[in-house]
């Protein structure tokens, strides 16, 4: 019985220990709502001429002007690149709300990520030939939608200068051009492909565009994997980076690359010193500070240095550290998914992944410990995007809107979805109503839209 109750001392010890390292990561409401509001700031400066250059949420325009009305028809291609995949898809509009559509992923290999520029636009208009080639589109003269999932500011609809590569990217060359223009110069360099014509889109903005075309109501666009991002619909007479904007539309959606919100040191104040830690062993050291409170690249990285820490303090594994756990990286978003998925009480999968990180026999204690930093960290990331969103949804000031979301962590990842949407009602004014809806389609297609109902008149010079 002594044993038994020492055992159960030596429990709760642990888990006070680990419940005091990830204090850190739990916020109250109002710092929530000085968050949200600071967003608010960080979108005016990001909007106003006189400080955009020095905002870090750049609210970059789109020329996006309307969202799609679900009667468009046409047909066109689309590439779709993130850091892993570009995906070429051909869609053909058929009005009413009706599509047929089809699309191939190509894997892009790891050195073109970081080798010269132009072997990964080459790679790009490979993908786009092979696609056209599978499909019998070698003859047709078709559009494409470039949807092209990094910073960019956006000079038109059919220019846009890549700002910063983000994650682990590195590819020379690319940085501060005309992803369009480099895109058109693979195409000519290769030759035999009718593309008549390219507009360009970040993943955000086709997104919003996707889930337009099916909800009228759609005014938001989050995306929300390896990256994060959010785009909305805004007031032009707001927008005065707009030289001439007596004959513009009444709305243009505005890109808000939101994960540099705090690269400034404006969120210094709740960042911790893992998040301090994460970002000097990052590739883009100071740079998507935000991001990197969120995205999946980071937050499995989050909770293994969260880890250390409570081992180093003693509240898990004994205190003893494995050459694998001492690896970056090793411990990822998939893995913090599966344990949080695992039911109450049963630790097999979190078993399986303790091994891969060098520990054979975890007791239920540490299991039960690293699903809490899971849970935690993950937790933080909702709340933290909930904040951003609720600023959004006030200034857009509908009665009801829709939120569309793509990405992996808000589609899969247990809980997710309930913890940002709980939060986010307890931020937005109440006069204010919501739905988060899964973009059932995706950028790709977003930009695939873009493309096939292209009207001049865009300003595209």
């Known amino acids: 019985m002594a044993e038994a109750d020492l055992n159960e001392n030596l429990i709760e010890t642990h888990h006070k220990i680990v419940k005091d390292i990830c204090k850190q990561f739990v916020l ?10 600071m967003f608010l700031g960080e979108i ?9 250059e020095s905002a870090c949420v750049k609210c970059f325009m789109t020329f996006v002007e309307k969202l799609p009305s679900g009667c468009e028809r046409g047909k066109s291609l689309a590439l779709d690149v993130d850091e892993t995949r570009c995906r070429v898809l051909y869609i053909n509009l058929q009005g009413d709300r009706d599509f047929r559509m ?6 892009i290999p790891p050195q073109l990520l970081v080798g010269p520029g132009r072997d990964l636009f080459d790679f790009f208009v490979e993908c786009i ?12 003269e078709l559009s494409l939608g470039f949807n092209f999932g990094f910073p960019l500011n956006q000079k038109s609809i059919k220019k846009a200068i890549l700002t910063t590569w983000t994650r682990d990217i590195s590819s020379a060359g690319v940085v501060g ?24 889109a970040n993943d955000t903005t086709g997104t919003l565009v996707s889930c337009a075309w099916k909800y009228r109501e759609a005014k938001i666009g989050l995306v929300l994997s390896a990256g994060f991002n959010m785009c909305y619909l805004e007031k032009t007479k707001y927008l005065q980076l707009i030289r001439n904007n007596v004959n ?35 590739a883009h050291v100071g740079e998507q500070l935000f991001e990197k409170m969120i995205s999946g690249m980071y937050l499995g990285e989050i909770a293994r240095l969260t880890m250390l820490e409570c081992i180093k303090a003693g509240g898990m594994m004994q205190g003893e550290f494995s050459e694998e756990v001492r690896t970056p990286m090793i411990f990822d978003i998939e893995d913090m998914s599966q344990i949080e998925a695992d039911g109450p009480g049963n630790y097999a999968v979190t078993r399986k992944i303790f091994q891969k990180m060098g520990y054979s ?32 949804i ?21 809980n997710f979805s309930t913890r940002l949407e709980r939060k986010l009602k307890r931020l937005v004014r109440p006069e204010y109503k919501f739905d988060l809806v899964p973009a059932e389609g995706d950028s790709g297609q977003g930009a695939a839209l873009l493309a096939a109902s292209a009207k001049k008149g865009k300003r595209d010079k």
């Open 44 to 52: 005016k400066k990001g909007l106003c001429k006189y400080t955009h």
């Open 102 to 107: 089809y699309s191939q992923n190509y894997p």
């Open 177 to 200: 051009r005309d992803v369009v223009a480099l895109l058109q110069d693979a195409i000519n360099r290769r030759g035999g492909l009718l593309i008549s014509n390219i507009v360009i």
């Open 28 to 37: 109250s409401d109002d710092v929530y709502k000085r968050i949200k509001e």
């Open 129 to 140: 030939a092979d696609f056209a080639y599978n499909h019998n589109l070698e003859k047709d």
């Open 361 to 392: 026999e975890p007791t239920n204690d540490d299991c039960e410990n690293l699903r809490y930093i899971c849970t935690v960290v993950s937790t933080r990331s909702a709340n933290l995007i909930a904040s951003c969103l609720a600023c959004l």
């Open 394 to 414: 006030d200034r857009i000031g509908d009665p009801y809107l829709i939120i569309g979301v793509k990405g992996s962590i808000y589609e899969t990842y247990p």
């Open 248 to 282: 513009s539309s009444p709305t243009m959606i505005i890109n808000c690359e939101s994960g540099a919100f705090g690269n400034d040191g404006t969120l210094d104040f709740m960042r911790t010193p893992i998040d301090v830690t994460l970002d000097k062993n990052s």
